[in-house]
């Protein structure tokens, strides 16, 4: 996208990277794609489709996401983004076609064991828990780690102590990363956006995932939001190694930071590669032209 920048990435990422500078961070598109594009396949879609009644939300779905990527899905509203993840997750299983992760089918796998597998997500309308703080709307992604059970606890109190360690250093690395400690009692209620999502992204990230699946977690950002939320997805992918599936209306995020990227329309692919090329594609235009689908 023509956005007049001289660096690798858009302007306004530039400045909340603090890379025109003397950034310390030697950020380039060869070593941003190099990261993304070693690895092997890790999540795979295969002839997806899902229906709800008489609407094909989402059909004829093929995707391969590489171990260390950071996969870009575009398309207007309305055109099976979300329902695609909702397949993936099992919230709402494929009718037709299959989903492997890490070269295991787990088509229509329930969620929670789905996010046992090692894939954590983020929702399009926020579901963090009002009346909470941050710390525990956060430590709540480590339940999938937990290991309850009272007689469990009091014959090995010595365990879940351990356990209990553990699980507090990850919450707190997390907070540290995403620069969170300040606001960490405040009740989530009143925070604003950017602070939500950030909330929520660690929140999935104390999981531990592979797999991060974000549906558009710079809604209703500003640009410093926006390049605040770009960098902690970068950083999260080179510190903590995890491969990314971000839904994404802002094109000059997804060319910033996707290595490749997948565009729908009517539930349907129109368009997959390599952003800059994805995004001038007339059929993906054309869609965005065209507007919402709900
Ligand atoms: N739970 C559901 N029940 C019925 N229809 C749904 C449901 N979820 C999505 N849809 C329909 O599927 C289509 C794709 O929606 P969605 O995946 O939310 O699109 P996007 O995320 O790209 O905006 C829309 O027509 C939407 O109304
Ligand atoms: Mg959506």
């Known amino acids: 996208m023509a956005n007049g920048s001289t660096g690798p990435f858009p302007d306004f990422l530039m400045k909340a990277m603090n890379l025109n500078g003397d950034n310390k961070i030697q950020m380039t598109t060869k070593n941003k794609i190099a990261v993304g594009t070693d690895g092997g396949a890790l999540l795979e879609c295969n002839g997806v489709e899902r229906r709800f009644g008489g609407i094909v939300a989402v059909t004829g779905v093929d995707l391969v996401i590489r171990q260390g990527e950071i996969f870009g899905l575009v398309g207007p509203n309305g055109s099976g983004k979300t329902t695609l993840t909702n397949a993936i997750t099992g919230f709402y299983p494929p009718n037709v076609g299959t989903v492997r992760l890490a070269g295991k089918d787990i088509t229509g796998t329930a969620p929670h064991k789905v996010a046992k597998l090692g894939v954590a997500r983020t929702f399009q309308n926020l579901a963090l828990f009002n009346g909470m703080s941050v710390l525990d709307n956060i430590l709540l992604g480590r339940h999938i780690h937990m290991k309850p059970g009272v007689l469990r606890t009091a014959l090995y109190w010595w365990a879940a102590r351990h356990e209990e360690i553990e699980n507090r250093k990850i919450v707190e690395e997390v907070i540290e990363f995403l620069q969170l400690e300040s606001i960490r ?67 000059d995020v997804i060319t910033g930071i996707c290595d490749r990227m997948l565009a729908l329309n009517y539930g349907e692919m129109i368009a997959s590669g390599i952003p800059k090329d994805v995004v001038k594609d007339p059929r993906v235009i054309e869609a965005y032209i065209g507007g919402s689908h709900d």
């Not at 592979?210 to 710079?218: N, S």
């Not at 950002?221 to 903590?240: C, H, P, T, V, W």
């Open 185 to 251: 009692h405040e009740l989530v209620d009143g925070l604003p956006i950017g602070l939500k999502k950030r909330v929520e992204l660690a929140r999935a990230l104390v999981a531990e995932p592979q797999m991060l699946i974000l549906d558009e977690p710079m809604a209703g950002m500003n640009q410093e939001e926006k390049g605040y939320m770009s960098r902690f997805i970068l950083d999260a992918r080179a510190e903590r190694g995890v491969s990314v599936l971000l839904i994404e209306h802002h094109m």
